[in-house]
């Protein structure tokens, strides 16, 4: 099953940091269990760590960790079932490529099209990234393989 899933993304100087936020919030607030959020504020979920890039412009890390296994399942469930068949099919073909061998599974979101309440794959850099950590015992990553096919596929 799922362990915990990481979600990151940046906000570089020249975006606005707020939609940056809306666009991890839109994730974080159709998976996170309400007693956790309240009205619809994700403070307390979300991690924000300001550092400088390689010339020196001011960048924003977001990132948040989602542990509860119920939240764990509804993110995965949000993100399925908003996904376009061809991302489903793409997500599907590449899995063997997605999961590490710390049985960790990678794929990217797509910032812009979160922040329009969309959910998409992307290949950019430019993305929020996510990474699942699915738990097998003892770990094996061919289980592992089975329970994120289940999982996405």
Same mark, same amino acid.
């Given at each position: 099953?799922?362990?915990?899933?990481?979600?990151?993304? @940046?906000?570089?100087?020249?975006?606005?940091?707020? &939609?940056?936020?809306?666009?991890?919030?839109?994730?974080?607030? @159709?998976?996170?269990?309400?007693?956790?959020?309240?009205?619809?504020?994700t403070d307390?979920?979300?991690?924000?760590?300001?550092?400088?890039?390689?010339?020196?412009?001011?960048?924003?890390i977001l990132?948040? @960790?989602?542990? &509860?296994?119920? !939240?764990?399942?509804?993110?995965?469930?949000?993100?399925?079932?908003?996904?376009?068949?061809?991302?489903?099919?793409?997500?599907?073909?590449?899995?063997?490529?997605?999961?590490?061998? !710390?049985?960790?599974?990678?794929?990217?979101? !797509?910032?812009?099209?979160?922040?329009? @309440?969309?959910?998409?794959?992307?290949?950019?850099? !430019?993305?929020?990234?996510?990474?699942?950590?699915?738990a097998t015992?003892?770990?094996?990553?061919?289980?592992?393989?089975?329970?994120?096919?289940?999982?996405?596929?």
């Amino acid at each position: 099953m799922i362990h915990h899933i990481i979600l990151r993304v @940046n906000a570089h100087s020249t975006e606005d940091k707020s &939609r940056v936020r809306s666009a991890l919030d839109f994730f974080l607030l @159709n998976s996170i269990s309400k007693s956790k959020i309240r009205d619809g504020n994700t403070d307390d979920i979300v991690e924000i760590t300001n550092i400088d890039g390689y010339y020196k412009n001011p960048i924003s890390i977001l990132s948040a @960790n989602i542990t &509860r296994k119920q !939240d764990c399942l509804a993110f995965v469930k949000f993100v399925r079932q908003n996904m376009h068949p061809e991302d489903v099919e793409l997500l599907r073909s590449e899995m063997p490529d997605r999961l590490d061998d !710390d049985q960790m599974f990678h794929f990217r979101l !797509d910032k812009q099209a979160a922040y329009l @309440n969309k959910v998409k794959l992307s290949s950019s850099s !430019d993305a929020i990234t996510v990474k699942v950590k699915i738990a097998t015992y003892p770990q094996n990553r061919e289980q592992a393989g089975n329970i994120v096919e289940e999982l996405f596929g």
